[in-house]
């Protein structure tokens, strides 16, 4: 092997050894750069004869093509490598699943209570909503429970601190009843020019759906539950009507009827008379089960005399059901807690 054949060998091999551009360039340094091998040859010819320099010449130049060569090689060789680790870092896998955005669902409450508007909104009932934090008079006096009613005791009402200083009593409203005298006082106020213009009142039509809260906790009893209110107060609304109306709301909810329907003699300060509301179906899971749905009852005077109007003239009817129970027989869900734990395993079946 001549000189530059072993010239062009070190090259390579030095080459080869660089494992990075850096290293790459600090080698091509040594054999192209201006101190470099090869151009130290090229610098010693200056000593030979013109003859000599032509061939040494072409022998240089020809060992120099083979190391540019083979820094060329090298360099593309480390360019292909850097590639190929910035694809694996960068890889995507196409196989995996795409990421959905997750389409939500309405709570199974929310879907209810949605029915429930609906079906009454059919039959000329207006919606109204009411506070969560009521005072102790729209809550129970209003309604007609006696100072002393246990349902005023604290076992059973959660109280909100008003720190007395303007002596009103505040608890969060133990059931939407409160929204009887609420709704019936803004109805009034809103037809007063009419009626004193000699007009009669329209008829107050309402449901009142919402949250409402008592100290109590179990698999039938929640903390928070759910109500809907029904008034209907006018001249001449009777019993018969409530029957028609809650009879027409249960069959249009349960989509069936093959039900058997009760009114239940039951006692509540605010009606009298009052009547508990018990269905049963005649088929199906529950068949041959009375299931309380609903008190109802014809308006106390006491309770239309604090909504402002005569009793004499004046009288209706109201009732009050549990959402959570009629969305529990409607859903075939046996523990009332499921519907407030948030686990989407039970959630995501209503979808
Ligand atoms: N407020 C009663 C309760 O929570 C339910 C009720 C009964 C409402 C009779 C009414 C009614 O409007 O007429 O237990």
Redo the contacts with the bound molecule.
């Keep these: 092997m001549n000189d530059l054949d072993a010239l062009v060998a070190a090259a390579q091999a030095d080459f080869t050894a660089a494992s990075t551009p850096a290293d790459l360039e600090n080698a091509k340094a040594q054999y192209l750069g201006k101190a470099g091998r090869l151009t130290e040859l090229l610098k010693g010819m200056a000593a030979l004869t013109p003859d000599e320099k032509k061939s040494r010449g072409a022998a240089i130049n020809e060992a120099k093509q083979r190391v540019e060569a083979a820094l060329n090689a090298r360099r593309q060789a480390l360019a292909e490598a850097e590639l190929q680790v910035q694809l694996k870092a960068e890889a995507l896998d196409v196989t995996l699943p795409g990421r959905h955005r997750g389409t939500g669902g309405m709570h199974p409450i929310t879907r209810a209570m949605e029915r429930i508007e609906a079906i009454f909104s059919s039959m000329g009932f207006d919606v109204a909503d009411g506070p969560e934090i009521e005072s102790d008079w729209y809550n129970f006096t209003a309604l007609n429970n006696p100072l002393n009613h246990p349902a005023r005791s604290m076992q059973d009402t959660f109280y909100v601190d008003t720190k007395g200083t303007d002596g009103i009593s505040l608890n969060l409203r133990?059931?939407?009843?409160p929204m009887?005298v609420r709704y019936a006082l803004q109805h009034a106020r809103r037809y007063k020019a009419d009626m004193d213009a000699g007009h009669p009142m329209p008829d107050i039509r309402v449901i009142a759906p919402g949250r409402?809260y008592r100290v109590d906790s179990d698999a039938t009893h929640s903390p928070m539950f759910h109500?809907v209110?029904?008034?209907w107060v006018g001249e001449g609304i009777s019993f018969k009507d409530l029957k028609a109306v809650y009879i027409s709301f249960l069959q249009q909810f349960f989509e069936t009827e093959d039900m058997q329907i009760r009114f239940r003699p039951s006692y509540?300060p605010?009606?009298e008379p009052?009547a508990e509301i018990d269905m049963m179906f005649g088929s199906g899971p529950l068949k041959g089960r009375w299931l309380e749905v609903?008190?109802?009852?014809q308006?106390h005077p006491q309770v239309v005399r604090n909504m402002g109007l005569d009793p004499e003239r004046y009288i209706g009817?109201?009732?009050?059901?549990g959402i959570d129970r009629l969305a529990m027989l409607r859903y075939g869900v046996s523990d009332l807690r499921a519907f407030f734990d948030g686990d989407l395993r039970f959630l995501s079946q209503f979808k």
């Design positions: 133990t059931h939407t009843s009887q409402t109500q209110e029904g008034l509540f605010f009606t009052s609903s008190g109802s009852g308006v009817f109201a009732f009050g059901s």
